[in-house]
């Protein structure tokens, strides 16, 4: 059986351009391969990037992060939270440490070299924002204040 054009023409979305849904999905995974090239540079990932600024920013807090506060707070299943926070642990850029608040958990950290990986990718994801997403027509601010909204 072949979906055809009749089909198509009882729905709204007639083409994949049609879904907001669809089109948020290109883009999102347009932009990871853009900045995975520039970030290559350094053995990062649009991924591990993501998971260090996020331990940082969380970090400015209290310093308290476990694996689970990160999965939340990235919105991430805890299972792929923990496989890339695995793969920072063995290439240095984070530690895992005993939580001072609960003896189960523990806490994460950047290492130094976890920290100076950030702050020499931190220019380059920059630099790729301004690349990749100030096209003319374009108002970056009310995209992403629709997106935050969307969030909640």
Known sequence: MTIDDAFFAEHS??????SLGFVLWRATHAWQRFLDQDL???????????LLVALAWLSRDNGHVT????????AMHPMQ???????????GLLERRPS?????????CLS??????LRRSMPIVEDAHRRFFD?????????????LAMLG
């Open 135 to 147: 096209k003319p027509g374009i108002q970056c601010d009310e995209v992403r204040r629709s997106l």
């Open 13 to 18: 979305l007639k083409t994949p351009d049609d």
């Open 40 to 50: 290559s540079v350094l053995d990062l990932t649009h991924l591990r990037f993501a």
């Open 112 to 117: 130094s070299a976890g920290e100076i990986a």
């Open 81 to 91: 939270v923990s496989q890339v926070v695995t793969a920072l642990e063995k290439g």
């Open 67 to 74: 694996q689970r506060r990160l999965a939340d707070f990235l």
């Open 100 to 108: 001072s608040l609960d003896r189960r958990a523990l806490a994460l």
